[in-house]
Nanobody, 124 residues
Framework: QVQLVESGGGLVQAGGSLRLSCAASGRTFSTYTMGWFRQAPGKEREFVAVISWSGGSTRYADSVKGRFTISRDNAKITVYLQMNSLKPEDTAVYYC?????????????????WGQGTQVTVSS
């Protein structure tokens, strides 16, 4: 079992940057695959990025590739999402998610553990 708490969301102008953090609890965090998803009003939750337990493998949605970077610090039990060149269409609630194996999954139903979400709003 792992508990997740996101932070770092806020309001930013288009072209700006934000870094989201997801603090986890649980002694086995270093063995978990971690992901970021987002959900805009009226839309389904969508995949953003995922990172392997070691940090050595990552996957990104095409819409954020080259702009967002996922990373993790297992010593700090935290996963990050650095978001650069933000666009108004990036506006959403961003969720951190975890699964207790090594599969770089990219669909929401593959992740059993979720944080409460943090709002990101990008103004034009």
């Amino acid at each position: 079992q792992v508990q997740l708490v996101e932070s770092g969301g806020g309001l930013v102008q288009a072209g700006g940057s934000l870094r989201l953090s997801c603090a986890a609890s649980g002694r086995t965090f270093s063995t978990y695959t971690m992901g970021w998803f987002r959900q805009a009003p009226g839309k389904e939750r969508e995949f953003v990025a995922v990172i392997s337990w070691s940090g050595g493998s990552t996957r990104y949605a095409d819409s954020v590739k080259g702009r967002f970077t996922i990373s993790r610090d297992n010593a700090k039990i935290t996963v990050y999402l650095q978001m650069n060149s933000l666009k108004p269409e990036d506006t959403a609630v961003y969720y951190c998610a975890a699964r207790s194996d090594y599969i770089l999954a990219a669909t929401a139903h593959d992740f059993p553990y979720w944080g409460q979400g943090t709002q990101v709003t990008v103004s034009s």
